[in-house]
Every structure is written in C-alpha cells, then in structure tokens.
DNA sequence: GATGAATGAGTTTTCATTCAT
DNA sequence: AATGAATGAAAACTCATTCAT
C-alpha cells in the first residue's frame, strides 16, 4: 500500500501495468490486430494514459524488446556463470533460455512473433542482442575446445545459428503444440542433440 | 501468344501477376504496411480486380503460402529421391531448401517474417506443410538408421525441429547480412555440423 | 446531365462540391473549428472521398487561396483594363475588389479571417498575390502621376498598404454589419476619400 | 519583495506571468497550435495551475484583450490629450498606435492575427473597443472641421475605417518584414497621405 | 494555492472493400 | 472481365480539463 503510493513506485507501476497488458494483448491477436484501445482497457487505464508512459503504439514493443533482452540475457549470463566446465555451461543456456519462455507465455509469443518483423526493418535492438548471444557462446565454445570437449574445427558462427533456429523451433513448436508437455523438458534432448549430432559414432 | 488471349489463361497471368506483385510488395514492407492498392499497382491491375481472383487481402497470403508450398515441397522430394543414400538424401534437402530460398528472395523474406504470424492463428495449411516436412524427414532418417549411418536413438521429432529450425536461421542470417555470400555455400557445413554435433570424438 | 456524366466534369464538380462546403463550413465556424467530417457531410460525400481530392485538411484551405486569388486577381487586372484613366482604373479596381467579396459572403470571411494566419506562417500565395496587387497599384499610380492627376511625391509602397488596408477595414466592417447595406456602395466614397485625403484643400 | 509575499500580489504575479508566456507562445505558433502545456511550461506553473488564474484556454485570449485594448486605448486617449489642435491629435494617435505596437511584438502579432477570429464570433469586447476609437477619431474629426482644417463633408465612419485598416496593414507589413526599419518611421509618411490624399492640389 | 497524472471525447486520416459503369 | 471512385468503419493520437494529493 504505502509503497505503491510513493510516485515513484505509482508511476512504475502503470508503467508496468501497460507493458504487461500490451504483451497480454499482442500475445493473443498479434501486433497489428491489437489496437491501443484493447491494451488500455487490459491495463485498467485511459487511451491516453498510453501516451504519457510511451511515444505511440510501436514505442510499447520497443519497451517491450528493451527490457526484455536485457533481461532475459543478463539471467542467461549469470546461468552461464554458474558452472564451470563448457558443456555445463551449454547445457545450462539451453536450459535456461527455454526455461524463460515457458515462465512466460505471453511474452514467449510476442518475442517468437514480432522479432521476425523488427529484423526485417534492421532494428538495432535485436542485432545487439544477436551479437551478445554470439559472443556468450562463442566463449563457451572457445572454452569447451580447450577443454578438448567440442571440435576444434567448428563453425562457430554457424553454430550459434544452428543452436539459435533450434531452441527457437523448439519453443514455437510448444507453444503451438496445446501444452501438452513441459518446454524444459526438451533441455536435455536438445543439448545431446546438438553435441552428439545425427551419425553414428565410428 | 494466342494461348494468352484465351480466357482461361488471361486469368490465369492476372492471377499469377498479383500474387508475384503481393510478395514483391509484402517482402518490401511487411503485410499488414502493404496495401492492396500498392499491390495492384505493382500488379498492373485496377484494385477491383484483385477482388476478382481473392477473397481478400488476407487470401492473397493464404494462396501463397498454399502454392508456393506446394511447388517448393514437391521439389524437396524430387531432391530427396534424386539419391540413393539417407546422408546424400538429407545432404540434397538441406542444400535444396537453402537454394530455393536463395533463388528467390521476396519469396524468403515473406515466408521467413509471415509464417510465425500464420502459426499463430493455426494455419491450417501451415500444419500441413509443418507434417509433410516431418514425413519426408522421417523417411530419410529411418532409412539412415537402417543404414546404420544415422543413430537408432535419434529422438526424430527433436531432430526434424532442430533441422527446420537450424535452416530458417541460416536462412534468416543471410536475407538480412546484405548479401555478401551465396546461401547454398552453408549447405555442406550445415549438413555437417548436424550430423557430426559438436563434441569431440571420443 | 450528360455533362455531368463524363469523367472529367464527375471529378471536377466533386472537387468543387467539396471546396464549395468546405468554404461554407470555414466561414461559418472558422478553419480551426471546423471539422473534416462536417464538410463531407455539407458536400454530401463520405469523409474518405475529402482525401481523394485534397491532400488533407489544410491542402482545402491551400486550393481555395491559390484559386481564389488567381480568380479574383484576374479579374481585377480585366476591370483595370477597362478604364484609359488613371483615376477610373482606380475607381474599377476599388469598385471590382468590393462587388467580389459582396458576391460571395463566404469567401469572403474565409478570405479576411483565414489570410492574417497564412501570412504568419510566410505563405508564398499570400506574399506572390501581395505583390501582384502592388504591381497593379503602382502602374496605375505612375500613370496617374503622368497624366497629372496624382501627387508626384506620393509614397506607392505605402498607398498601396494604406488602399489595401482600407478596402480590408470596409469589407470587414460590412461582413459584421448583418448585412444593412450594399458592400458597393461604398466604393465611390472610398475612393473619393483615398484621393482628397482628410484635409481642406487650401 | 515583501509585497510580492502577500498573497494578493502573488497570485497577480502569477497571473501576469501566465499571460505574458500566452502571448509569446500564441505569436510564435498561433493561438489553435499553442497548447496548454506550453503556455504552463513557458510561465513557469503546471498546467492545472492555469484554471486557478482562467476559466478555459479561451478565456486566456479574452483577458488577454480586455487587457491590452484598455491599457492600449487609455494610452491613446493620454496621447490625444497631450496635443491642442486636431491634426497634432491626428499625429500623435497615429505615432502612439504604431509605437505602442513596435514595442510588444508579441502582442501585436495575436493582435492583428486573432482579432479577426474574434470579430466574427462578434466578440462583445472587440467591439466596445472599435467603438471607443470611433468616438475618439469622431471628436478629433469634429474638432479638426471647427478648426477648418479637416473638410466638412468627411464621412466620418468610413474614415475610421480607412484609417484603422491603414493603419493595420502597415502593421501586419512591418511585422513580416523581417524588422529591416521601425514601425514608427511609418507614422509622419501615413499621417500625410491620410490628411492630403492622394490627388494633385488643383 | 499548486501540482501534474489521468482522463476520454473528439479529430484526422487510412484503406479494405464494393459496385455502377 | 475490368475498372477505380466512393465508401465509412476503424484506428492512432491529442489535448483541454479535472481532481486527488
């Protein structure tokens, strides 16, 4: 109570509240679909209460992108950070990045959406990202060859595309799947899959 | 030239020029900023006349997606059948899915950007495609284990998401690096980073 | 009727239509009160038709200037023609200026009310049409001076503001006047007075 | 500063400063694209502070008026008292006019650019005001036609009215000539051409 | 008195779609 | 079949005004 009505936390706090309701929004009928109207009422607020947290309506899913990268990735740092050895490490990105997506559906939904469209129009937020996630796995990549646990000859651009288009099919194949099963649970699977490959060993 | 001026072809060309002109528009602005006027304009044709042949707007990215799926997964599986081996079958549909893509850009783009929107809203024909690619990767990796170059643990629906998914990035990471290398030149390392994983052999 | 039915004619009366209302609607409320959709509604079209005509709303105000003034302008050099002497152009031209404007009451708000915000914001219209006028004043004042009619140390730049701002002032009186009397009959005793001036010949 | 601290004073400081920063924001952008924001921002208060001091944004403008129309007008009346004869009265209301604007830019650009507004929304105020300059050019006329040096038969209304509008549009010209001279030097060059017109003395 | 966050009515503008020709 | 002018619903956004603090 006391703490919501300091100004500073109010003002968060809707803040907060329109981000959510946006995702909320987005998440169901996509971007173009949702008007400023449905996120506002989903907000509990004014259209024009919109305006004054944010410049317009693509403003929110610039917000959206912002906090969410950076969030997002400074959880998978600290994941990293967490074990020692290469493969520990790969397996606990994969593990917690699909662990992220399913904590939150909405946004999972938005972000496996609308990341596409903002590529295209070559937004700077998403190619920052692109590159932070480049050189997180390239330094486990760099560590593992040392540790004589990943191939010395790999590609590791390409790698990290493959790893990448992976985990994303991964989610996007759960969220439309019903929710029948755990996303985590495709952790595992997917970490073996990428280290051992398809062939036989011989 | 006379077949042109019989009606039934006549259509068929106003069909055929509008989806081109619709794709050629849609990979330059996204949907939902292209208008069905752009779109007959690029098209050569009244904006009534696109009402002629489609539904609607929306219809003329169903259409699309039917036909071009079409046409490209039909030329998967001539690829597929055109080897004998399950690594050369695989091999030729990496290399096949990335040379399609490369030949014809607008259509990439569209596919790459408009897809996820379409999943969302559970395409029907999404799912299809979604299935028969599932197939023919089954097929081949069955094969593969009978031929014993493929692990029998292969867990296949995994490795048909982290195909697909592996694919689409390199496909996505190229449309938007400017061009500065040929797509089908990821074919061979692509095939090969998936068979092989990453470990080390041991 | 069979007029009216070709393209051209169709096109050109809903341009005029629209410009016609849109000058009702201005005069009556002002531009800024006035509203896109009251002047669809008073030229009898839907509101999306005012865009196929006009770029948007302040374009209506931008057509009606640059015709009216290049409407109203000629036929003032036509009335100056008109006359050999220096004095009866004047007379002409003070005469033609006021039948104008009592010709067409909404115009004529428009005109009064809507110009003063234009030249603010340097309109290049308003400024070719000021200078226009000055042109037309100046030659006939040099005529005057010639014939011997006019003062030879007459300042032109100032006589045509003062003529100019009179001619305004009497419009402008009479346009709030509710209409008691005949915008023209003050024409003779305008000009009368812009020639004797106030003083007593002595 | 003692005085400014009781609260009388204040709130008439705050009222001139609200009224000063309306000025300068309505000249700038005109009074329909000036906001309530900036004039609270350019006067230092917050918005709702405005409706403390105004009924509404419209009655900023009105103030604005009654004010200036009767600090303006007691400052003419003064000037017409400080000469003895009618054609002095003439000069000196001429030169106090003009001076009294050269020296509020600001409030001379709402000045000319919104009273026409005003006027035809037959705003009592702007009326009392051309009343009070009637009545003041009327008794200077008078005295100017018993002392014989204004002729008998001048219409007296019209010539209010020449000399307004005169008097205006040297204004409204000197305001958008980008300041190269100063307003007052228009006022002996005006005065003369008012007095001998522009005909040759025959 | 003073604030400024919140409101929501009201405006301009766009654009998919229709239909008379 | 083809046209393209006309439509009008719908959307984003603005801003004067209010009111709880």
Redesign the interface.
């Known amino acids: 109570m006391s703490e919501n009505n300091n100004p500073d936390s109010r003002k968060n706090s809707k803040y907060q509240q329109i981000l959510q309701a946006a995702i909320k929004i987005f998440a169901r009928q996509?971007y173009?679909k949702s008007t400023v109207s449905q996120v506002a009422r989903e907000a509990g607020v004014a259209d024009g209460t919109i305006y004054l947290y944010f410049k317009n309506k693509d403003d929110i899913l610039d917000h959206f992108f912002s906090y969410k990268t950076r969030e997002v990735f400074s959880c998978f740092q600290q994941e990293v950070r967490r074990a020692d050895n290469a493969l520990d490490k790969l397996r606990n990105l994969i593990r917690r990045h699909l662990l992220e997506f399913e904590n939150d559906r909405d946004m999972a939904?938005v972000y496996?959406?609308e990341t596409?469209?903002r590529?295209?129009l070559?937004d700077i937020k998403i190619k920052e990202m692109s590159d932070m996630y480049f050189d997180l796995v390239s330094s486990i990549?760099r560590q593992?060859q040392q540790e004589?646990?990943?191939?010395p000859d790999?590609?590791i651009a390409?790698?990290k595309?493959?790893m990448?288009?992976?985990?994303?099919?991964?989610i996007?194949?759960w969220?439309?799947s019903s929710g029948k099963y755990r996303l985590t649970s495709?952790a595992d699977?997917?970490f073996e899959?990428?280290?051992?490959?398809?062939?036989?060993?011989n």
Do not use: N, W
Not at 193 to 201: A, D, Q, S, T, Y
């Open positions: 996509g173009y939904v496996q959406v596409r469209m590529r295209r070559s990549v593992g004589g646990v990943i191939r790999l590609p390409l790698f595309q493959v990448i288009g992976a985990i994303d099919e991964v996007t194949t969220l439309y495709m699977p997917l899959l990428l280290i051992r490959g398809v062939g036989e060993k």
